[in-house]
C-alpha cells in the first residue's frame, strides 16, 4: 500500500514537471521545480507518518520545509494566485513628476522634481499650487498627463475651475527613449524575478484600476501596457 501511494506522489509530481516545463520561463521553471520538490518531501513524510514510520517522517518533514523555505510556503499558501500579493506599488516617472500607484486601493501620489514646487509631495500641495503646478507641466505631455490623473483623484470639478497659461498649445516635450526593463517592473510593481504570470497578473490588476473605461488615464493604461509588452517580449 505505502508503494502505492508513493507512486501516485510521484506520478502527481512528474505530471506538474511536465506541465511547467512547457509552460514556464527559466526563472519560473526553477522556482517550480524547488517548489515541488518540497511538496513532494512533505507528501513523502505524509505517508511515512500514516503507515506508522514517523523515524522516517520527521527527517522527511524537516527536508520539504527547508527546501520549500519561507518564500515557497507563502506561495503554497497564496495558491501560486499573484493576484493575492498586497502593498505593491507602481512608479513612472517623467521629465517633471514622478508618481506612485497603490494597487490595492487605487490611490495616487506623486513628488515634484522639477520647477517652482520643486521636491514637494502633490499631496502637501494646496489646490493653488496644484493649479500652478499644472500650468507649469504644458512644457512636457506627458507629466501633464500624469498630473491631470492625480487631479482627477483628488479634486472631481478642477477642470471647471483651473486656468491655463497661455503656453498649452507650444506643443509637448519629445518623449524617452524605449522604455527600459528596469521602468518596465517599477511601473508594473514587480520585482526583476517575476515570471511571465507575475507580469500579466500584475498588468490586469493594473489596468481595472487606470483603463480610461473606468475613468482611469489613458496615458497610465498606455505605460502600463508598454511596460507588460516591454518584459513578455524579454522573456
Known amino acids: 500500500m505505502i508503494y502505492l501511494l508513493i507512486g501516485l506522489i510521484l506520478l502527481s509530481a512528474l505530471l ?22 518540497g511538496v513532494f518531501l512533505l507528501g513523502l513524510a505524509a505517508v511515512f507518518a500514516l503507515t506508522g514510520r514517523v523515524i522516517l517522517a520527521i527527517p522527511l518533514l ?40 497603490d494597487h ?3 490611490a495616487m501620489s506623486g513628488t515634484v522634481l522639477v520647477g517652482g514646487h520643486q521636491g514637494r509631495e ?7 499650487e ?11 505631455g506627458q507629466s501633464r498627463q500624469l498630473v491631470e490623473a492625480y487631479l482627477d483623484r483628488r479634486l472631481a470639478d478642477w477642470r471647471e475651475h483651473f486656468q491655463p497659461d497661455g503656453t498649452d498649445r507650444q506643443g509637448s516635450a519629445p518623449g524617452p527613449g524605449p522604455m527600459t526593463d528596469e521602468e518596465a517592473y517599477q511601473i508594473l510593481g514587480l520585482s526583476s524575478e517575476a515570471g511571465d504570470a507575475e507580469i500579466r497578473a500584475a498588468h490586469r490588476r493594473l489596468m481595472m484600476r487606470v483603463h480610461p473605461d473606468q475613468g482611469g488615464s489613458g496615458f497610465l493604461a498606455a505605460k502600463i501596457n508598454e511596460a507588460k509588452d516591454t518584459l513578455l517580449r524579454r522573456h
Do not use: C, H
Request: no cysteine; net charge positive.
Open 122 to 128: 502633490l499631496d502637501d500641495l494646496s489646490e493653488p
Open 104 to 106: 490595492d486601493t487605487g
Open 62 to 101: 524537516g527536508l520539504g520545509l527547508s527546501v520549500l523555505g519561507f518564500a515557497g510556503l507563502s506561495r503554497l499558501g497564496r495558491g501560486y494566485n499573484p493576484k493575492k500579493a498586497s502593498g505593491q506599488r507602481s512608479r513612472v516617472r517623467t521629465a517633471m513628476v514622478e508618481m506612485e500607484l
Open 130 to 140: 496644484l493649479e500652478q503646478f499644472w500650468q507649469e507641466t504644458a512644457q512636457d
Open 16 to 37: 506538474l514537471l511536465a506541465n511547467r516545463i512547457v509552460t514556464a520561463n527559466p526563472a519560473a521553471l526553477a522556482r517550480g521545480l524547488r517548489t515541488l520538490a
